[in-house]
């Protein structure tokens, strides 16, 4: 259960707390501006198919503050944070600066130059109230509290008018753009297939035989030399063409599509399998790995039915002293170079158990 609560400008926030914990949210006081939905837009790429958000009111967003003036910390006074309270344990809030924002329709593609309003929805999650530290160092219960909220949003999120996707990730460290340091992630409603998804799904159509992604998953579990964590519920290994230096791909063992098809024992499961490879990570070098979580999530319409639940995480750390940029092969021509082999980090990754 979650209990909600609006902010000065009008966004919504949602506080989600462990057994025995009661929030206690004050009113936010801050002069803010009411908050307009609707500022963004979407433009057509027609050399690509791909849709482009223009926010340029994300200019403003709030850059590197110094730890006394973070937004994401506890506000008891009501006058200091987007999260006004003495203290919480996981909260979500509408996002101030958003790429979407506001219901509609699906986008649709125009004839021409004509922008579409940026419909959709963008949350920002605080995995704690703690400052410092990471979703790692949660205990398993806390862990859970997450994942608990990321499917509460995610069932919300595709309710919403014009929704066609729901993105809950995770961004850490400055290496990979960080501009708030306090522990939190993201969820993104869009009101379109994201690129990386429409391209899964045209795979997954053209795959003969059975799922495409479980077909993937049981080669690999076959295979094994890429396998770095299996229980009876979750598999984790380092795919066989991975892009990344660091690359984890995490599925349930059973096919389902979203957080929303699983069961209590397997969201149970899935929040200890993520713990693990994320302590595995922070275990690679003596500083934390920056990384991206993306859960992919999928539902039973026509375009997505194939979708099969995962979760990717990767980082752009090589060594322990480079980082991998992504010049002209990657950003201009989508064609990934990788630095180091699969299994050598896979074999690294089930070292660090």
Not at 52 to 78: E, F, S
Not at 168 to 185: D, K, S, Y
Not at 223 to 247: H, K, M, N, Q, Y
Request: proline share 8%.
């Amino acid at each position: 259960m979650s209990v909600r609560t609006t902010l000065a400008d009008g966004r919504e926030l949602l506080f989600f707390s462990l057994p025995g914990h009661t929030p206690a949210p004050v009113a936010d006081r801050r002069p803010l501006p009411p908050f307009e939905p609707g500022q963004s837009q979407l433009r057509y790429d027609q050399t690509t198919g791909q849709w482009v958000a223009i926010a340029a009111r994300r200019q403003d967003r709030t850059y590197k503050p110094p730890p006394d003036q973070c937004p994401l910390c506890p506000g008891p006074t009501g006058l200091t944070s987007e999260v006004p309270a003495p203290d919480y344990d996981v909260v979500v809030f509408e996002n101030r600066f958003p790429s979407l924002s506001g219901a509609g329709h699906a986008a649709t593609v125009p004839d021409g130059f004509i922008p579409q309003a940026g419909v959709g929805r963008c949350e920002v999650i605080c995995f704690s109230s703690k400052h410092t530290g990471s979703f790692a160092e949660l205990p398993v219960p806390h862990a859970r509290l997450v994942v608990d909220a990321w499917r509460d949003r995610t069932s919300a999120l595709l309710a919403m008018p014009g929704i066609q996707q729901v993105f809950c990730f995770e961004n850490r460290g400055e290496e990979i753009g960080v501009t708030l340091a306090h522990p939190h992630g993201q969820i993104y409603g869009y009101s379109y297939l994201t690129p990386r998804t429409a391209a899964m799904m045209q795979q997954a159509r053209a795959h003969t035989g059975g799922n495409l992604f479980a077909d993937l998953l049981a080669a690999e579990v076959a295979d094994g030399s890429r396998v770095i964590a299996r229980t009876e519920l979750f598999t984790a290994f380092v795919p066989f063409a991975a892009r990344w230096p660091v690359e984890v791909h995490i599925y349930p063992n059973r096919f389902v599509h979203n957080l929303l098809d699983l069961t209590a024992a397997e969201l149970d499961g899935f929040a200890e399998v993520y713990l693990d490879v994320l302590r595995r990570f922070d275990r690679m070098y003596p500083f934390p790995l920056p990384y991206i979580s993306a859960l992919h999530q999928y539902s039973d319409s026509d375009a997505l039915r194939e979708g099969y639940f995962h979760v990717e995480l990767m980082s752009i750390r090589r060594s322990a002293t480079a980082l991998k940029y992504l010049a002209a092969s990657e950003s201009a021509m989508d064609a990934f170079i990788g630095d180091v082999l699969p299994e050598a980090v896979a074999e690294r990754l089930r070292e660090l158990a």
